[in-house]
């Protein structure tokens, strides 16, 4: 089992920054691979970063160059570092977490709540 908990969530006006973390908790083995997803009213959950055990990443087209996915060293913690936002990136983020490679495919087996964040133009 696995336990996530985002935070750093909020209010941002266009152009600003914001650091989501993800607190993780449970067996490591089944944290191996971890990503991050969002979804916006009326609109389906999209990959939007992935990182896998050794550290490589990928990113959906929309945020590439704009957002970071990284993992601290214990592994215990996954941030998503936000920067140039845009009122498009408005969405409830959620992180994932599982021991097979979906990178950004929303089929990961742990999820947490979610934590919204809201782009003002």
């Known amino acids: 089992q696995v336990q996530l908990v985002e935070s750093g969530g909020g209010s941002v006006q266009a152009g600003g920054s914001l650091r989501l973390s993800c607190a993780v908790s449970?067996?490591?083995?089944?944290?191996?691979?971890m990503g991050w997803f969002r979804q916006a009213p009326g609109k389906e959950r999209e990959g939007v970063a992935a990182i896998d055990s050794g550290g490589s990443t990928t990113y959906a087209d929309s945020v590439n160059g704009r957002f970071t996915i990284s993992k601290d060293n214990a592994k215990t913690t996954l941030y998503l570092q936000m920067n140039s936002l845009k009122p498009e990136d408005t969405a409830m983020y959620y992180c994932a977490a599982d021991r097979v490679d979906w990178w950004l495919l929303p089929t990961y087996k742990y999820w947490g709540q979610g934590i919204q964040v809201t782009v003002s133009s």
């Open positions: 449970g067996s490591p083995y089944n944290a191996d691979y």
